[in-house]
Structure formats: C-alpha cells, structure tokens
C-alpha cells in the first residue's frame, strides 16, 4: 500500500494541489499538520479520494471551521494532536512536533512515527522504527516544497519534490 505524507501546508494551494496530483498513486494520506485555514480542509477532501488522516498543529488556529469544512468530506479524519493507526499492515504515530516525532521514534514501537512542525524534510531509522519528516508543502521556509511516498509492503519512503516557481 502507498501511503502519502504531507505537512504544513500554511495555506499554500497551488503546491498542495500538485502534491496531490503528485500522490494519485497513494491509497491513503496522512497530513502533519499546519493546514492553518479552514479552506485548506476542502481542498484536502476534494483534492484526494481516499482516506485522508490529518492531525492538527501549532498554526491551525481555527480548529472548529477546519473540522467543520472537514466534516463535508467523510473520507477525511481530525484526529486532534496525535494518533496511532494501522494502515497496510503497519503501525504508525502521527503528530505534527518534530521533537516528540523523533522521542516516538526512539522508542522503537511503531514501524513508522510521522511528524513534521520545522519544515525540514527528515528521514532516519531507529531499529525497525522509519522517522519521517515529510518537509513542507509550503516552500517558503526552506524553499523546497516537498511530501513523502510511503511503500507498506517495503518499508521504503521516497521524497517527492514539488517544483517551486522562481520569484
């Protein structure tokens, strides 16, 4: 099963409509967090069919309305600040800080813990435990705009690099 991982998309739409064109392979999505606007939830649920994962981060302000226009996409799921989910025969831990992903990792109980929080793409193991942080979809920090494929039946993540426009 592939598995699409993304974060902090600051409201980028344009990058996050090419990421999402970019994971139309993937089966499932999971988003780190920093949508920061409700309108970025309808553009999760129209822009990606399949079962979408999202917990939220320090820059979602608005929590309610992101839920709210969330809700009008039953393939899309808040599940706060962190959770734990099985997908393609795998344990993962989402949550969107990059030092308690990292701490998660540590401890080795899950196959993978996703994260993201400071926009650097991160891809480390600890045992059998993949640490990914998939960078940012915004671009602006670290001008790269970047998401993850991940491969359950291989253990493996493949960066994919969203192509950021000049100025």
């Known amino acids: 099963m592939i598995i699409a991982i993304l974060s902090d998309i ?11 064109r970019q994971a139309a392979e993937a089966e499932i999505l999971i988003c780190c967090g920093d949508l920061c606007s409700p309108f970025v939830a309808k553009e999760l649920g129209q822009g990606f ?23 009008r996409h039953p393939h899309l799921t808040f599940h706060g600040e962190y959770v ?10 989402v949550n969107h800080f990059d030092n308690i992903g990292r701490a998660i990792a540590q ?6 813990v996703c994260y993201g929080h400071n926009h650097q793409f991160e891809l480390t193991s600890h045992g059998r435990t993949l640490a990914i942080n998939p960078g940012e979809i915004y ?5 790269a705009s970047t998401f993850v494929l991940y491969d359950s039946e291989t253990h ?3 960066r994919i690099d969203l192509p950021i426009p000049p100025p």
């Open 10 to 20: 600051h409201d980028n739409l344009p990058r996050l409509r090419d990421a999402l």
């Open 84 to 93: 734990e989910l099985e997908l393609g025969g795998r344990r993962f831990a």
């Open 107 to 112: 401890g080795r109980v899950f196959d993978v």
């Open 49 to 71: 069919p399949g079962p979408v994962h999202v917990v939220f981060g320090n820059n979602d302000g608005d929590r309610f309305r992101i839920a709210a226009n969330g809700a």
């Open 156 to 158: 493996a993540a493949r």
């Open 139 to 143: 671009g602006g920090l670290t001008g």
